[in-house]
């Protein structure tokens, strides 16, 4: 239909292709590893033309194509704690999107608006708000949440507390990444190394870390 507007979506496969062609172009484990390991755009990604999401710690936005000129009167949105409704009153049986949402929200904080006459925006308040979402519902294409690469400006907004958890995950993520322990790893590590200094005639060649 010519009164879609997908050009997010578009953009974001364009990109997808390109990807796929450097990879093809070099055979080179490095290039095809920088390439897999590229940050998906905006956190998110896009679903069959369907819809393009974005997501912070604290909230997805999910953009939905709609025909020209229409209005919020003209849809029906449902947003439930774990199922995400979206469709055309005129067209009663059918949704654009009618499936469970992978993670649950908060409701009364979670909203939708239509923008520019063509364009449905969801905006999902996550209920866990210390994690990142692979997909928006259960069943969508995921992404790879481990490439995600928050920018550390964002951190000084939250406070002391949820910035110091965040950068843990930051931290244990890129750990993880290079094969190495994570903070807590390293902490049980440490305590065998004081343990094993303290008691040398103890044999810890079988000693395992859990």
């Known amino acids: 239909d010519g009164g879609f507007d997908i050009s997010p979506s578009e953009n974001i496969e364009r990109k997808g292709e390109q990807i796929k062609e ?107 708000q210390m994690e990142w979402w692979d997909s928006v519902c259960t069943g969508d294409p995921t992404i790879d949440v481990k490439a995600i690469q928050p920018e550390n400006s964002s951190l000084t907004d939250l406070d002391g507390e949820t910035r110091q958890t965040v950068e843990k995950m930051m931290f244990d993520q890129r750990q993880k990444a290079m094969g190495l322990p994570t903070s807590d790893e390293q902490k049980k590590l440490d305590m065998l190394e004081k343990f094993k200094k303290a008691h040398p005639e103890m044999d810890f060649s079988n000693a395992k870390i859990s």
């Open 22 to 128: 450097e990879k093809a172009v070099s055979s080179a484990p490095e290039a095809e590893k920088s390439a897999e390991a590229a940050p998906p755009v905006g956190n998110g990604g896009t679903v069959d033309g369907k819809y393009v999401w974005t997501q912070s710690l604290s909230e997805v936005n999910v953009n939905v194509p709609l025909p020209g000129n229409t209005r919020g009167r003209d849809l029906k949105v449902s947003i439930a704690k774990k199922h995400l409704k979206v469709g055309m009153k005129k067209n009663p049986g059918e949704w654009i999107v009618n499936s469970p949402l992978s993670k649950p929200v908060i409701c009364d904080d979670s909203f939708w608006t239509v923008e520019d006459g063509n364009r449905l925006v969801i905006n999902l308040q996550k209920l866990n």
